[in-house]
């Protein structure tokens, strides 16, 4: 009985997609409390209830449109993927807590990078985008388990293995640094 040999093989733990929407957000969270605490102690402070009362409204609306986005980009979550020698891919991907194993030929896989954010200097959010026959399989970003680095490189080793070469917009949105605070 002949071993498996793999030219990619990662792996990662399972977590939960309320736990990665909870950990990509909690920054955020913290933030915004800061803001209500503040708006809150001006409010008192000068009896302007009309303050607390926008603040409120303003970060509820900010909230709200946050999660949506936090919500989209975290429901995927790639637990394992491995290349063989002979171009066969495996992956375990997760849509929110739902398992799906793909496995399917390296040749019939299409993989696009995406950068989404940063507007105003904001955070950029990385992500590879499987995709069969035209059909989206998962997307994986570099919120959580994922880093920025270990995104990259598997977008790049994926373009590798089937022999095709970079475009020059891929290679320019490898380059891109993340920023703010990460």
Do not use: C
Request: net charge positive; glycine share 6%; aromatic share 14%.
């Amino acid at each position: 009985m002949s071993e498996t040999t793999y030219k990619y093989e990662k792996n990662l733990p399972f977590v939960p997609f309320k736990k990665r929407y909870l950990r990509a957000s909690r920054l955020f969270f913290m933030l915004q409390g800061l803001l209500l605490v503040m708006f809150l102690s001006i409010s008192l402070q000068y009896r302007i209830f009309s303050i607390l009362l926008l603040a409120i409204g303003a970060i509820t609306l900010v909230s709200v449109i946050y999660i949506f986005r936090i919500r989209k980009k975290t429901k995927y979550f790639l637990q394992s993927i491995k290349i063989t020698n002979d171009h066969v891919v495996s992956m375990a991907m997760y849509r929110k807590d739902e398992k799906f194993d793909h496995q399917l030929n390296l040749e019939n896989l299409d993989v696009t990078f995406e950068v989404t954010g940063g507007g105003r200097r904001g955070r950029l959010t990385f992500a590879v985008v499987f995709a069969y026959n035209g059909q989206t399989l998962g997307k994986q970003s570099d919120l959580g388990k994922w880093k920025t680095s270990e995104v990259k490189e598997l977008f790049s080793s994926i373009k590798q293995y089937k022999g095709e070469s970079l475009t020059p917009k891929e290679a320019d949105l490898l380059r891109m640094k993340r920023g703010f605070l990460g």
